[in-house]
């Protein structure tokens, strides 16, 4: 049985594939998925007249860190450590939630607001990284065993300067890249990105176990992520059938402009025809 024979003070067995590779491949979709969606939202945010902005950097925003939330815990699903059963605090797991939003949210009104000149981009790609490292850790903090998390400090900075990286690369790829496949192929990038930090971080764990049979706080994960995840992709999949039913989307139109450009030429009301024959006024 789980717990049997641990000793106070040794180091537990931590696994972090016990379910292979299903868990690592469906957190990189839900990566995927809500970076797809939001660096969308973030682009249509330039097409749409500054009083509907928000709402489309807020979607956005909401949409990203719903994604790196829901894969941060379909990741740890399949984390086990052998000697102890797993449990996390609710109030902590939400929060980290609500943390990844917060954070996200500011970095991308930064660069939706100021565009992507180096001093915004830097600054909205870093607050929008530390975001996805404390929801993470936040994330971590909120777990329940017999026994405490240890970390390595190196790794631990290397998966923040990940973040902060691919947070920055992301923003930048919101508001320069243009067309449908290189908008996937940028998505495809940041699932990776995003899901290689995690997995840097969760490479920095080490759980040290505290022996005994005390009674084990918080909620089964079971019984607390499953019903967690369903809101955050419910969420996602509403997004996404926004962003596809958005009129300049069905319309086709492509191109775009970014913030300081000139604005677009009007189009004329209506054809101008020669007048045949000629006449005098």
């Known amino acids: 049985m789980g717990g049997a024979g641990a000793v106070a003070g040794t180091v537990g067995t931590v696994d972090g594939f016990s379910y292979g590779l299903i868990t690592p491949l469906a957190a990189f979709l839900m990566a995927c998925l809500g970076g797809a969606l ?69 970095g991308i009104f930064i660069v939706g607001y100021r565009g992507t000149t180096l001093m915004p981009l830097l600054t909205g790609g870093t607050i929008t990284g530390l975001g996805v490292a404390s929801m993470h850790y936040l994330g971590m903090a909120g777990m329940r065993l017999r026994g405490h998390l240890e970390y390595d400090t190196w790794i631990v900075a290397l998966s923040v300067v990940v973040a902060v990286v691919a947070a920055t690369a992301a923003l930048w790829a919101a508001v320069t890249i243009r067309g449908l496949l290189p908008a996937v192929g940028a998505s495809l990038v940041m699932g990776l990105a995003v899901s290689g930090m995690h997995y840097t971080a969760m490479g920095a764990v080490r759980v040290r176990l ?69 006449y005098d006024t």
């Not at 997004?239 to 139109?253: E, K, Q, R, S």
Request: charged share 10%; aromatic share 10%.
């Open 38 to 106: 939001g660096l969308r939202c973030t682009t249509r945010s330039l097409l749409v007249e500054r009083s509907w902005r928000p709402g489309w950097l807020a979607l956005g925003a909401t949409a990203i860190a719903s994604g790196i939330w829901t894969m941060h815990f379909i990741a740890m699903m399949g984390f086990t450590v052998a000697e102890s059963p797993l449990n996390y605090d609710k109030r902590t797991t939400f929060a980290s939630l609500g943390v990844a939003i917060v954070m996200v949210g500011i």
């Open 210 to 278: 505290h022996g005994g049979y005390a009674h084990l706080a918080g909620t089964a994960p079971a019984g607390l992520l499953a019903p967690m995840l369903i809101g955050p992709v419910v969420f996602l999949v509403i997004a996404g059938v926004v962003v596809m039913f958005d009129p300049l989307l069905v319309m086709g139109v492509v191109d775009w402009r970014k913030p300081g450009d000139p604005p677009a030429p009007a189009p004329p009301r209506r054809p101008v025809y020669p007048v045949w024959p000629p």
